[in-house]
């Protein structure tokens, strides 16, 4: 497949609404997770599978050729390095490419292989003689809907016939125009003007419909509205499949008004635990002596990689000046920088470039680097009024049981408020954070 790119247009945005922002969080959050993410992540975990007809057999695959791909298809899949299906691929390929099409709910978390699967079942499923949009795919934002583009551009490297086209903004085409290309990915605006207003494309003539990061979509009450108006147009037979990374209650009730009679399929989360974490705390009363603390530990252990976490970027700025002063090499992720360039800091921290990685709590959320085997909180991890977030505690410095290697967490208090902060952390794990004299460091390894 190929396709024409448009010119990145400004973004222009101006005041933004609480909601526009927890999206900009999630869009980013998912960005980042897209452009550092190099290869599938790790699961021991079983997939779950609904079946709208429970009596039908159930198929899995265990390799590409079992699917009986186009041989220009399965020569992309080989080009992008895939050498057999990933879990969710196992289950949701044969399902998706069955005949007739079935419809498919499915959720796991980012970096399992969905992008990749239901690519691979748009670019099957399409006619190549047939010059009109034949698949859709909705994605939250601009700059997600170019990274799947990307995706099926590549897949499709050696199925030159199929076209693809961005329904995206600064995407300006004529009035009148009837699009040739099979493959339409967009944001839901575009793509419902696409089909209602300008009627560059045909709805009816749709064969398959993806919406894909659902928890991200449902985050702005216009792009829910838009999916569904674009939903309702296309023809009854239409295979649907919607995507989506988490599956709280909201996303749900969505993912349902998208997709009729739906087979369902679930592949949970590795589940982190801090039993082979090793978690101490300091006793500081200002953030200069928990630098000098910092110091101490430094100068006792050896750290190949650390990454250390502060509450502000006024804190992570000044820290990481501090660090760099004392003579490390010191990568600053922040919250003022791009998604494409934190995407650079990590990949950088992650070849070894850096040693140290200070960082806000905002902006490592949802990242891992697993070769980190000393997490530092500088500050410790509170919600919005101020109450221990347990989960981030736990998603910073825990370990999946399987794949966790032995880890060190150190903890920075300073106040009375955070020694409350820590005793409700280590109450909530029943796990004892141990008391660190970083005079005296012989104790840790
Ligand atoms: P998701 O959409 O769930 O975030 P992706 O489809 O983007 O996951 O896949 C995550 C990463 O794994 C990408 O770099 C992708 O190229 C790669 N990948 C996907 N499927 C396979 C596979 N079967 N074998 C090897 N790598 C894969």
Redesign the pocket.
């Given at each position: 497949a190929s396709a024409t790119t448009p010119a990145k247009t400004g973004g222009g945005e101006g005041d933004k609404t609480g909601e526009e922002d927890d999206k900009d969080d999630k869009a980013a959050q998912?960005l980042l997770?897209?452009l550092i993410?190099?290869?599938?992540?790790n699961t021991t975990n079983q997939v779950e599978v609904l079946q709208r007809d429970p009596n039908s057999p159930l198929y899995s695959v265990k390799s590409?050729e079992e699917l009986r791909l186009k041989p220009q298809l399965l020569q992309g899949?080989y080009a992008?390095?895939?050498?057999?299906?990933?879990k969710?691929?196992e289950n949701a390929l044969p399902m998706m490419l069955a005949e007739p099409p079935q419809n498919l709910i499915a959720q796991?978390?980012?970096?399992?292989?969905?992008?990749?699967?239901?690519?691979l079942a748009m670019l099957s499923h399409v006619d190549p003689n047939n010059k009109f949009p034949q698949a859709l795919c909705v994605s939250p934002t601009y700059e997600l809907a170019l990274?799947t583009g990307k995706?099926i551009e590549?897949m499709g490297k050696h199925y030159s016939e199929v076209k693809l086209v961005y329904a995206i903004r600064g995407n300006k085409l004529q009035r009148g125009t009837q699009l040739q290309e099979q493959v339409v990915i967009g944001t839901p605006g575009t793509m419902l003007d696409w089909c209602l207003k300008f009627k560059f494309i045909d709805p009816k003539k749709i064969k398959v419909f993806v919406l894909?990061e659902a928890d991200v979509m449902i985050a702005t009450q216009g792009h829910q509205d838009q999916s569904i108006r674009i939903q309702r147009m296309l023809p009854k037979q239409c295979q649907m499949l919607l995507?989506s990374?988490t599956f709280e209650e909201t996303v749900w009730n969505f993912a349902q008004r998208i997709v009729p009679d739906p087979n369902i399929i679930k592949l949970k989360r590795e589940e982190e635990t801090l039993d082979t974490i090793k978690q101490y705390y300091v006793l500081c009363n200002s953030k200069e002596e928990k630098f000098m603390a910092l110091c101490n530990i430094y100068g006792a252990i050896t750290i190949a990689q650390a990454m250390i976490f502060c509450h502000t970027r006024k804190t992570a700025g000044w820290l990481a000046g501090e660090l760099s002063r004392e003579g490390h090499q010191v990568a600053l992720l922040s919250g003022e920088m791009q998604v494409e360039q934190r995407a650079a800091v990590i990949d950088r921290f992650r070849d070894g470039k850096e040693k140290v990685l200070v960082t806000t709590n905002v902006c490592a959320r949802g990242i891992d680097v697993e070769q980190v085997s000393v997490v530092i909180n500088f500050d410790l991890p509170v919600d919005r009024d101020g109450n221990p977030d347990n989960e981030t505690y736990l998603h910073r410095i825990g370990r999946t049981g399987r794949f966790g290697k032995r880890g060190l967490a150190i903890n920075m208090v300073d106040s009375r408020f955070s020694m409350n902060v820590l005793n409700k952390i280590q109450d909530h794990f029943n796990k004892k954070i141990e008391k660190l004299d970083t005079d005296d460091l012989d104790e840790i390894e």
């Open positions: 998912s997770n897209k993410r190099s290869n599938l992540v590409f899949v992008m390095g895939f050498n057999r299906p990933s969710i691929q796991s978390q980012s970096g399992t292989g969905k992008t990749a699967a239901f690519v990274q995706v590549q894909d995507f990374a």
